[in-house]
C-alpha cells in the first residue's frame, strides 16, 4: 500500500512538473519563439531557490521562507529567459543558438555558483551537490497522516495553474493575440498588435513557468547535483511540448505518459514482473526517451505548430 | 605602396573581415565577463586565474612542460574541430545537429569494443566507428526526411537514448569495462588501435597523444572547404538550406541532401570521438549527463562563423580557454569560469548577423552621403 501511494505521488509529482514546464514553453512557442531555453530556465529556477534554500536562517517560519523561495524561482526563471527574449526578438539571432548558449551557461553558473556556496564543505572535484533538508520537509508533507508517504504540495498550485493557463491562452485578448503573433505576425502587426512586446512576454511567461518547475523539479529530493543542471527534464518538456501539439490539454495528457514511463524507471525493481525480467536498469532509464521518439512518429507527420515559429519578424519583410 | 592599400582597404571592406572582427568582439565580452566574474569569487587570485585561462600552457615554468601542454590543446583541438564541422555540414543544410553529442557516444561504444577488445588497427576502427556514428545520426536524418520529426528533439531524445545504450552496455562488458576507475578500458600506445604518432610525439615533448590525428583533421577541413565551394553536391546541399521548396522546385531532392548531410554529419561527429579516444587520452566515464563536446562543437562552430577555417582558430580558441580553465581548481575556482566564458561567446555570437547588417546598413547610408554630397559640390 506504501509503495503504491509513493508511486502515485511520484508519477503526480513529474506530471506537474513536465506539464508545468511545457505549459510554459507554450507560451513562448505560441509568440513564435523556440523554447529550446527551458532546460536552462530550469537549472537558474533551481540553482536561485537552491541558493536562497540554503542561505535563509533556519528560524525563519516555515510558510515565509517557502512563499520567499517560490518567488526566488519565479523571478529568476523570468529574467534568465529574457536574455533569450533579447536575442531572438530584438537581436534577431539564431533561436536554436541562443537556446543552447543558454542551456549551456546555466549549467556552467549552477556549478561554479553551488560550488561558491558550499566552499566550507569541500566537495569533491567535479561534485557540485546542494543538501536542502529542511526545505524537502516543508514541501513534502506526511499523507492523510500517514508517514512514509510524502505528498508534495506544490502539486496543487499547478493543478490550479492549469486552467488558469487554459483560460489564458483560449479565451483572454493576450492569449489569441500571442497565437496572431506566431502564426502570422505581419498581420498581427497590421492590425495594431506590437509583435515584439506580445513575444517578450510570451517569452516571460515560459521563464516564469520554467522557473518554478525547476523549483519543484528540486522539491522532489533532499539534495540535488548541479552538474547536470535539470537533468534534461527541460528538453523532456519541448518534446511533450511538441506531441501536445501546443494545447494545454494534450499537453497534460503527453506529460501523463511520459511520467508513466520515467516512474516504472524508479519502481521497477520492487515490481517482481518486471524485476524478474532481467532486463538492465539503463533500459528503463531510455524508454521514456525512446516511447517519446516514437510518439513523435506518430503525430508530427502533420505539422500543427506555429507557423512563424523559429523566425524572428522583420517589418521590413511586411 | 598604393597597391598594399588598395589591398588593406579592400579587405576591411570584406564580409568575411567583419565576420572575423565581430567575432573577435564576442571573444573579449565573453573574456571579460569570466573576468568578472572570477573577481567577484575571489579579487585576490583573479588576475592570477585570469592569466591562467588565457595562457594553458604557458604558464609552466620548463618548455619541456610548455610544449607537452601545448601538443595536448593541440591534440584535444582535433576531436573539437572534427565536430565542429559536423555541425557546420547540417546547419548548411538549414539542420541543426543536437545530437553530435548521442552520435559521439555510439562512436565511442564501437571504439571500445573493437579498439581496445578486438585490437583491430586504427583506421578500421576509425572508419567503422564513423559508420556506426552515422547511422545513428541516419536515425534523426530519416525521421527528419520521412516523418517531418523536428531533428533538434529527435537529436535531443537520441542523445540521452545512447547515453543509456554505452553506459548499459559497458558497465556490463567486464572485458572493456575498468570499473575501479568507472570509465571503460584505455587504449594504449602499444595498441593497434592507437593512432599513431608518426614522430610529431618528439616536437611536443613525447606527448604521444600528439600524431596523425591532427594531420587528418586538416585534411578533412581541407575536404569540406573544397565540397561546399567547388562541388555540385555541396551547393545542391546549401540551396536546401536557403530555402528548401525552393531547391525542391529547381530540381534539387531535399530528401536525399538530408540524409546525405546527416550521414555525413554523423561520420563528422564519429571522427571526433575517434580522435578523441583512439590516442588513449580519454575514455568512456560512467556520468549520467550527455557528452559535452556536441554542445562545444556548436560553440566553435559558431564563433568560427560557421566557415572550416574559421572553425579551426576556434576550435583551437575554446579548447585553449577550457585546459586553461582546467588549471584554475588549485585557486579554489571552478574550471567550469571556461564554460561560463564560452557560453557567453556564443549567446554573442548570435548578434553577429545583426550587427553585420548594422554595419552594412551604416556603410550604405555613409555612401549615399558621400554621393550627396558630390552632388552639391557638382551643382
Sequence with gaps: MIIVLSTITFLLAYVCILTITALGGMFSEKSGTVALALEGCMTIGALCAGIVMHLLPDSMPNGLAALIVILVALISGGLYSLLLAVASITFKANQTLAGTALNILSTALAVVLIKQVTKSEALPVGQSRLNYTRFYEIFNVSFFGIKDVKFNWLILIVLALIPIVYFVIYKSKYGLRLASCGENPSSADSVGINVAKTRYIGILLSGILAGFGGLFLLSTSAEWEFANGANGIGFLALAVLIFGQWKPLYIFLGAFIFSLFKTLSVVYPSINFLANLGISSYFYLALPYIVCLVVLVFTSKKNTGPKALGTPYDKGKR | ?379
Design chain 2, 1 to 379: 605602396m598604393n597597391k598594399i592599400k588598395m589591398f588593406f582597404s579592400s579587405l576591411i571592406k570584406k564580409d568575411s573581415t567583419k565576420t572575423v572582427v565581430t567575432s573577435l568582439w564576442c571573444a573579449l565580452i565573453g573574456l571579460l565577463l569570466g573576468f568578472v566574474i572570477l573577481l567577484c569569487i575571489n579579487a585576490k587570485d583573479a588576475a592570477y586565474g585570469m592569466s591562467s585561462v588565457l595562457g594553458n600552457f604557458l604558464i609552466f615554468k620548463t618548455p619541456t612542460d610548455r610544449w607537452n601542454y601545448f601538443g595536448q590543446t593541440l591534440a584535444k583541438t582535433a576531436p573539437l574541430i572534427a565536430m565542429s564541422l559536423s555541425i557546420l555540414v547540417s546547419y548548411k543544410c538549414g539542420l541543426f545537429n543536437l545530437g553530435a553529442s548521442g552520435q559521439y557516444s555510439i562512436a565511442v561504444l564501437v571504439i571500445s569494443f573493437l579498439g581496445y577488445g578486438a585490437n583491430l588497427p586504427w583506421w578500421i576502427v576509425m572508419i567503422l566507428a564513423m559508420l556506426a556514428a552515422s547511422l545513428w545520426a541516419l536515425i534523426s536524418g530519416v525521421l527528419k526526411a520521412f516523418f517531418n520529426v523536428n531533428e533538434v528533439i529527435s537529436g535531443i531524445m537520441l542523445n540521452w537514448i545512447a547515453l543509456y545504450l554505452v553506459n548499459g552496455i559497458l558497465t556490463s562488458s567486464p572485458s572493456v569495462w575498468d570499473s575501479s576507475h568507472s570509465e571503460a578500458q584505455r587504449i594504449t600506445s602499444e595498441s593497434n588501435a592507437f593512432i599513431p604518432s608518426i614522430g610529431l610525439d618528439k616536437l611536443f615533448s613525447g606527448n604521444q597523444i600528439v600524431g596523425l590525428g591532427m594531420i587528418l583533421i586538416l585534411v578533412v577541413v581541407a575536404i569540406i572547404y573544397i565540397l561546399f565551394k567547388k562541388t555540385t553536391i555541396g551547393y545542391e546541399i546549401k540551396a536546401t538550406g536557403l530555402n528548401g521548396d525552393a531547391a525542391n522546385y529547381a530540381g534539387i531532392n531535399k530528401v536525399k541532401n538530408i540524409l546525405i548531410v546527416t550521414a555525413i554529419s554523423g561520420a563528422l561527429a564519429g571522427l571526433a570521438a575517434s580522435l578523441n579516444i583512439q590516442n588513449g587520452f580519454t575514455s568512456w566515464r560512467l556520468s549520467s549527463a550527455v557528452p559535452s563536446i556536441g554542445f562545444q562543437g556548436i560553440s566553435a562552430a559558431f564563433l568560427g562563423g560557421l566557415h572550416p577555417i574559421g572553425i579551426v582558430f576556434s576550435s583551437f580558441f575554446i579548447q585553449h580557454i577550457t585546459d586553461g580553465g582546467s588549471m584554475i581548481t588549485d585557486l579554489g575556482f571552478a574550471p567550469e569560469v571556461a564554460s561560463i566564458m564560452t557560453s557567453v561567446i556564443i549567446y554573442l555570437s548570435g548578434f553577429v548577423a545583426f550587427a553585420l547588417q548594422v554595419i552594412h546598413k551604416n556603410e550604405i547610408k555613409a555612401e549615399l552621403e558621400k554621393l550627396s554630397r558630390d552632388k552639391e559640390v557638382k551643382q
